[in-house]
């Protein structure tokens, strides 16, 4: 196998001068070694993520190769297994060719060649399958080593050699990069020691992806810890939201890791994607949350459309995860308002503001005695788990797959008691807090308002009633929010679930004087 890094030594160099002198010291040193390696002469050679035992995108896409030549030459690439193809020659320009090979069905192990007339290259134990990008800052980069039961999971590796794992080294620019500057992890075969590094969110999800599927899973992680999501957004989606430059962080300055750990993949065909982001956000730009994320997502969709040649599909599938919780008791409103705006403050997806994509709840999985830090919960299965539900239903059209948690359709305000209904049956187990409404007159009430407990009274099959004693005889109740805490309850122990007890209700809120009860 022949693959180079393309020639960013100018651009390394600016990273060097940037870098503060204490906290980057490891990633300077790692950018300086790069800057000494050249575009391999001109020589023959894949792109930096192309590499033996990757998944290339499966049928009815077409998997994109590509990657550096001679200047002036021509190059086919030709493909050996279980079928064979060849392209027909196509040019280099600018010292970069690029091919679309034709439909190739799940399966493999394949052997992919690039030629000249001089030269060849070649990957080998190639396979064809579905490939997801896995985003997000620190709970995505979490690794697998470092879950509950980790060692249960690392010696499944071996029983699962069609889910292959690649990652992208941490770096960032402030320029679009053609192609990534270091890979972490190549493309590999999973074992317990290679696995032990890598995203364990994104590895249990191809996990249970294939177990589904029964064919190939390429999972490629491209995150990093206390990111906002404005790093991984162009400056075309900031532009969308008003946002502007206002963090002197090199790692979290706008668009930065858009240009250095995405935009390089947008030539990858790709499936879909997931993401687990948005703790930095509580604290940063948090009112923009509910148009910077959708923003990002359609804008990633729309340029892995046009950087594949429309192979991605436009409305590629994208899930995410809904913030679990951080600090038990804490007041502030900050990561129940960012789930909130997660949906961009529909409370559920998909919806018509984010079509195609699914969500896993996860405000009833936090981890009181987690050793890195209450914001890093362990149990990764859950959440894994809920996402396929949802990639099963969105991405992949399974029928009677239950992805969505109970969200209510109708709130009634009667004069001693809430009626809230549920989109379908219910288990619920009583709770005096979990429910809170204002009670503040004929006016729009928000997060800042005076909330008060609405204990449950009672409930039916999809309908639970609440009390409004805490109101004052006077007062109407004009808004109810639900789970709207940073930690809301104990582990798998929130009041209201799916019927079968799988599926939790997604924090909501609701302003009765304005919405009218119907939501």
């Not at 204490?22 to 993520?49: K, N, R």
């Amino acid at each position: 196998m022949s693959v180079c890094f393309p020639d960013k030594s100018l651009q390394l160099f600016s990273n060097i001068m940037a870098c503060p002198v204490v906290m980057e010291i490891t990633l300077c040193v790692v950018f300086v070694m790069l800057a000494s390696v050249d575009s391999c002469g001109g020589s023959l050679s894949f792109a930096s993520y192309y590499g033996d035992h990757m998944v290339l995108q499966k049928s009815p896409e077409r998997a994109v190769l590509w990657g550096y030549g001679p200047e002036g030459g021509h190059v086919s690439v030709s493909l050996s297994g279980p079928i064979t193809q060849e392209t027909s020659p196509v040019p280099v320009t600018e010292g970069i060719w690029r091919v679309s090979l034709d439909p190739v069905e799940a399966g493999g192990p394949y052997r992919v060649t690039v030629a000249t007339q001089n030269s060849t290259a070649t990957l080998t134990g190639v396979l064809f399958g579905d490939v997801w990008l896995c985003g997000g800052q620190s709970n995505m980069y979490f690794k697998t080593s470092q879950i509950f039961n980790a060692s249960e999971e690392l010696a499944l590796a071996a029983k699962y050699p069609h889910v292959r794992t690649f990652m992208a080294a941490l770096n960032y620019s402030d320029t679009e990069l053609t192609d990534l500057t270091q890979v972490e992890l190549p493309w590999a075969v999973p074992t317990a020691r290679n696995l032990s590094e890598f995203s364990a969110v994104c590895w249990l999800f191809g996990r249970y992806m294939y177990d589904i599927l029964k064919y190939p899973i390429g999972l490629v992680e491209s995150c990093w810890g206390g990111t906002p999501v404005e790093a991984w957004s162009s400056s075309r989606a900031l532009q969308q939201c008003g946002l502007q430059q206002t963090t002197d962080s090199p790692k979290d300055r706008n668009s930065v890791l858009w240009n250095a750990m995405i935009h390089p993949l947008l030539n990858m065909t790709i499936k879909g994607a997931i993401w687990y982001q948005g703790e930095e956000n509580a604290d940063y730009h948090q009112d923009k949350y509910n148009c910077s994320f959708p923003a990002m997502i359609d804008d990633w969709r729309m340029a892995f459309h046009q950087g594949s040649g429309k192979q991605t599909e436009l409305d590629f599938p994208f899930g995410f995860v809904q913030l679990s919780t951080n600090k038990k008791n804490s007041t502030d409103d900050g990561f129940s308002n960012i789930r909130w705006h997660q949906t961009a403050d529909v409370g559920f997806v998909p919806n018509p503001k984010m079509p195609r994509t699914f969500m896993a709840v996860a405000v009833d999985l936090p981890d009181e005695t987690s050793p890195y830090g209450t914001i890093h919960p362990r149990d990764k299965q859950d959440v894994a788990y809920r996402l396929t539900l949802g990639a099963r239903a969105v991405a992949y059209n399974e029928k009677d797959v239950h992805f969505l948690g109970p969200f209510p359709n109708q709130v009634r305000s009667l004069p001693m008691h809430v009626n809230v209904t549920y989109d379908q049956p219910v288990s619920v187990t009583p709770s005096k807090d979990a429910f809170e409404i204002c009670c503040s007159g004929n006016q729009v009430c928000s997060p800042q308002s005076l909330w008060v407990p609405a204990p449950i009274m009672q409930w039916s099959s999809t309908t639970v009633q609440l009390s409004t004693l805490y109101c004052l005889p006077t007062e109407v109740v004009t808004a109810l929010r639900y789970a709207w805490r940073d930690w809301p309850c104990d582990f798998k122990a929130c009041p209201i679930y799916s019927a079968s007890g799988i599926l939790p209700a997604p924090p909501f809120i609701v302003n009765l004087y304005s919405a009218e009860g119907n939501i």
